[in-house]
């Protein structure tokens, strides 16, 4: 079920939304994160890094599955050569995931809103490799996992500020300023975070 729909209680689901890691912020792995997250339930959440650079290029994951060999790579459509590779969290990193629009899916493809799909299986990274993937896209390798009630916590301690998200904030703009372009989409100087807790 789509995001919107749902509520916790008083409070609703933060699927398709992002958290915002606030300067407080103790876990390193996430200073300066924003998180996408793409499942929240009263047993927990799961969501994807989306402004950590990866190392690897996405035809060097694609030889590296084995769905295309160095040859081929070299050929691949230029969407295909320039996918955005994020490091999606700390966990399970050699599992990848698609964060991608609603114009292309496959069969195992959830929507996490109307316009926001998630996809983690082959089929969607051989569609990509031929030039038939979505308008939008990107790749995580591993996830940010919480369990039942943990990431309310740490909302309720400051941890991250949330808000509502978009196509554009998730898919466009520079990796490098992803941060503070979504807290500035909110009117929110970075320089002023501190001051700000809860969600926008």
């Not at 079920?1 to 300067?23: C, K, Q, S, T, V």
């Not at 316009?115 to 993937?133: E, F, K």
Request: charged share 20%; proline share 6%.
């Amino acid at each position: 079920m789509i995001a919107e729909d749902r509520e916790m209680g008083d409070a609703p689901y933060l699927e398709n939304h992002f958290l915002i890691a606030m300067p407080g912020m103790r876990d390193e792995r996430f200073a300066r994160s924003v998180i996408y997250l793409c499942a929240h339930s009263e047993e927990g959440a799961m969501g994807l890094i989306i402004n950590q650079p990866q190392q690897l290029a996405f035809p060097d994951i694609l030889v590296q599955l084995g769905i295309l060999d160095q040859k081929e790579a070299i050929r691949l459509p230029r969407e295909a050569r320039e996918l955005p590779v994020r490091n999606g969290g700390p966990v399970d990193r050699s599992r990848g995931f698609v964060l991608h629009s609603e114009d292309v899916t496959v069969e195992s493809s959830m929507p996490v809103s109307n316009h926001i799909y998630l996809t983690a299986t082959v089929d969607m990274l051989r569609a990509i490799s031929l030039g038939r993937g979505p308008r939008q896209a990107m790749m995580a390798l591993g996830y940010a996992g919480w369990g039942a009630g943990q990431l309310e916590t740490e909302i309720g301690e400051n941890g991250w500020l949330t808000c509502p998200a978009t196509p554009k904030l998730l898919f466009e703009g520079d990796v490098d300023r992803k941060y503070e372009g979504i807290l500035a989409a909110l009117g929110i100087d970075a320089t002023h975070l501190s001051h700000f807790a809860g969600h926008a």
